[in-house]
């Protein structure tokens, strides 16, 4: 489950329609720490210390590069515009530009930008991190949504997924006995 669940969101990188279950962004959300583990880990060891800053914010950045479809088609299974996730983009986006101003100008340069958009960030931190809990928490939407079937719809009576082993026809009618 939690193989396919990634590779199911690597595969939809790019794809914003649709709806993914709570236990793809979860999943999404715990492996994609790994990588840049692995970065800072492997950065700290054996790139030079003028490397590493920039070893870790490559590993961020690539990291992100699904998120956003997936938290579109995670708005989708609880019943929402993915409009919602611009939130979410936008405090990802500030504190990316923050750590790439800080890469190529220096802590100097960083420190009056960042305290001039302070207030941003506590206008934005609220919203974001409720949107943020409500992607993890809320259940999706069984019916009644726009955004396409229920993705728990094709896993019901399949033992491996969607034409997997054990799969139910829905066309399979019980003979009389």
Known sequence: MISRSFGRTIAQTLAFSGRARRAEFLVFVVLSQVPIALADWVGGWLAPATIQPWLMFAAHLLTLVPAPALVARRFHDIGLSARWGLILLA???????????????????????????????????????????????????????????????????????????????????????
């Open 91 to 177: 405090v990802v986006g500030l504190n990316l530009s923050l750590n790439l101003l800080e890469l190529i100008a220096g802590w100097d340069i960083r420190r009056p930008v960042e305290s001039a958009l302070s207030y941003v960030d506590w206008v934005l931190f609220l919203p974001a991190t409720v949107l943020y809990l409500a992607l993890l928490a809320m259940p999706g939407r069984a019916s009644g949504v726009n955004y396409g079937p229920d993705p728990r719809e094709g896993e019901a009576g399949t033992e491996a997924g969607v034409g997997g082993a054990g799969a139910v026809s829905a066309r399979t009618t019980p003979r009389p006995g």
